[in-house]
């Protein structure tokens, strides 16, 4: 979606409230990025319009995928299950990627995000 050269420069992380957290690693990208961020949340909305991300955040660190280290929240959401509506939901918001690796970053981002908001729920 922002091209493989930004691609290999940044990373989505979480959405929370509404906003992509997204992880770059050089303070010149993220002065890129952030000029770049209508047009990025255009293409999103556009690629998948069922998404309810409304800004991005940008947060510099390393791109890469890492184990998570970060303290996790109190709520326990790991054990929360998706039903198949929940899942198939997720696949029809990822219908209109192309690439991949993308798909599968978001799709990881998508389910984590709705199991922690059941799990916030209960």
């Known amino acids: 979606m922002v091209g493989e050269q930004i691609a290999h420069r940044a990373r989505p992380l979480r959405i929370r409230e509404k906003i992509l957290e997204v992880r770059v690693d ?5 002065q890129q990025l952030q000029m770049l961020k209508p047009q990025i949340l255009k293409k999103l909305h556009e690629q ?3 998404c309810d991300i409304e800004d991005i955040y940008l947060r510099r660190g390393n791109p890469q995928p890492q184990t998570v280290t970060a303290v996790e929240p109190a709520i326990d959401w790991r054990k929360e299950n998706l039903s198949h509506e929940e899942h198939t939901e997720i696949e029809q918001s990822l219908a209109g990627l192309e690439d991949g690796e993308l798909k599968d970053e978001m799709r990881r981002l998508f389910v ?8 916030k729920k209960n």
């Open 26 to 30: 050089h303070p010149v990208w993220m």
């Open 112 to 119: 984590r995000q709705k199991k922690l908001s059941k799990a």
């Open 48 to 50: 998948l319009p069922d």
